[in-house]
Antibody, heavy 127, light 104 residues
Framework: EGQLVESGGGLVKPGGSLRLSCAASGFIFKNAWMTWVRQAPGKGLEWVGR??????????EYTAPVRGRFSISRDDSKNMLNLDMNSLKTEDTAVYYC??????????????????WGQGTTVIVSS | EIVLTQSPGTLSLSPGDRATLSCRVS???????LAWYQQKPGQAPRLLIY???RRANGIPDRFSGSGSGTDFTLTISRLEPEDFAVYYC?????FGQGTKVEIK
């Protein structure tokens, strides 16, 4: 069974930086598409960004509010996913989850769902 | 930009009731990317349904998903005490705002 463990959250001042990490185990990490999802206090889920596996070109995408400030990277040799967050704003305050974006294949059909989630790490941006 | 609108915002029901949750998408989408999640307080979300109608591993058969195009539905046939939670639909990079199923 797959497992994800996030780390690196904390309190940071506006304009500051933080690196979140996500350690993966129990599945073939290099084949996984990995996604960051965040949840502001009392709010819903927000997709932050995704990195596809190298076999799919390693493509990285971000949601507009974080584009140019956040950077996703992966180290397949260490089964690690990272999220570098710069120029942090108070509105980035949230619990950050890493998750696998799994492709479920049935013949020629491929379905998508996020089926392994970490426990989340809390980022608070405040002066 | 695709928008997912879930209704109702809150559903007040009793154990044993049937719950019907709606997810309306602002433009026609492929059902292959439509998923549903359950989230309980203090916990990470859990995948219930992917591909609009396929139950994820270990999900009880009282949970079912249906729909296509712009209208999707999550049905819980008979609510168990552990089903009271918030439910989100998701299409690719977009989540709905959630439906809270609470005890009446």
């Amino acid at each position: 069974e797959g497992q994800l463990v996030e780390s690196g959250g904390g309190l940071v001042k506006p304009g500051g930086s933080l690196r979140l990490s996500c350690a993966a185990s129990g599945f073939i990490f290099k084949n996984a598409w990995m996604t960051w999802v965040r949840q502001a206090p009392g709010k819903g889920l927000e997709w932050v960004g995704r990195v596809k596996s190298e076999s799919y070109g390693g493509t990285i995408e971000y949601t507009a509010p974080v584009r140019g400030r956040f950077s996703i990277s992966r180290d397949d040799s260490k089964n690690m996913l990272n999220l570098d967050m710069n120029s942090l704003k108070t509105e980035d305050t949230a619990v950050y989850y890493c998750t696998t974006e799994t492709r479920f294949s049935y013949g020629h059909k491929v379905y998508y769902g996020m089926d392994v989630w970490g426990q989340g790490t809390t980022v608070i941006v405040s002066s | 930009e695709i928008v997912l609108t879930q209704s109702p915002g809150t559903l007040s029901l009793s154990p044993g009731d049937r719950a019907t949750l709606s997810c309306r998408v602002s433009q026609s989408v492929s059902s292959y990317y439509l998923a549903w999640y359950q989230q309980k307080p203090g916990q990470a979300p859990r995948l219930l349904i992917y591909g609009a109608s396929r139950r994820a591993n270990g999900i009880p058969d009282r949970f079912s998903g249906s729909g296509s195009g712009t209208d999707f539905t999550l049905t819980i046939s008979r609510l168990e005490p552990e089903d009271f939670a918030v439910y989100y639909c998701q299409q690719s990079e977009t989540f709905g705002q959630g439906t809270k199923v609470e005890i009446k």
